[in-house]
């Protein structure tokens, strides 16, 4: 039962354009949403959470959005950089931050120059 | 700025052998979480520790144990190991003194099993 959901495995975005990727969950006691970016042969690395208390979270080029009644979140990178392309994986967990984190199945974004 | 360590970074082993992976968590780090990533799949949570004390724990086979030693490093144990055990391993850390402090990865631990 796969909790979280990337439902593309991949996308392609001109250099400088806006790349957006989509996450859907749900477990309804889902409180803190991460988004991490992997390249083949490293561990995941942290880019940007959000807490179910706020609908958006900006960090420099990444703004996460959470659609709580949709049980739906969303990246979004303006602008897109060719070094951006990597696997973007979603996370979750329940109960704060310090629980265990469900994954997504990963987005494999591919940013041309 | 340092970061989880662990190793080995590859291991090869055959059916029915042992293997233990370490991790060294980000200093002032008092928990360790430890994820399994099989092929084309996503990370899947095998268990966690708090201040050396099992905090949670998933789908970790009765095979694996784990412990989280004084200096609050952690070793992940896996006996009788299997083809299917072939994966990605990864350890996390993170402080539960920051109000939202995330978890960090390491590098993983890729294990073949022939």
């Known amino acids: 039962d796969q909790q979280v959901k990337q439902n593309s495995p991949s996308l392609s975005v001109q250099e400088g354009r806006i790349s957006i990727l989509n996450c859907d969950y749900t477990n309804s006691m889902f409180d803190y949403f991460l988004w991490y970016k992997k390249y083949p042969a490293e561990g995941p690395t942290f880019l940007i959470s959000?807490?179910?208390?706020?609908d958006k979270n900006e960090d420099g080029r990444f703004t996460v959005f959470l659609n709580k009644s949709a049980k739906h979140l969303s990246l979004h990178i303006v602008p897109s950089q060719p070094g951006d392309s990597a696997v973007y994986f979603c996370?979750?967990?329940?109960?704060?931050?310090?629980?265990?984190?469900?994954f997504g199945t990963g987005t494999l974004l591919a940013v041309q120059p | 700025a340092a970061g989880v360590i662990q190793s080995p970074r590859h291991l090869i082993k055959e059916k029915r052998e042992t293997a233990t992976l370490k991790c060294y968590p980000i200093?002032?780090?008092?928990?360790v979480y430890w994820y399994q990533q099989g092929p084309g799949q996503d990370p899947q949570f095998l268990i966690s520790f708090y201040e050396k004390m099992q905090s949670d724990k998933g789908s970790i086979p009765d095979r694996f144990s784990a412990q989280q030693f004084s200096d609050y490093h952690s070793e992940l144990n896996m006996s009788s190991l299997e083809l299917g055990d072939s994966a990605l391993y990864f350890c996390?850390?993170?402080?539960?003194?920051?109000?939202?402090?995330?978890?960090?990865f390491g590098p993983g631990t890729r294990l073949l099993v022939l």
């Open positions: 200093p002032r780090h008092d928990t």
């Open positions: 959000i807490s179910s208390i706020k």
């Open positions: 996390a850390s993170r402080t539960r003194s920051g109000a939202r402090e995330t978890q960090y």
């Open positions: 996370a979750a967990s329940a109960g704060g931050a310090t629980n265990k984190l469900i």
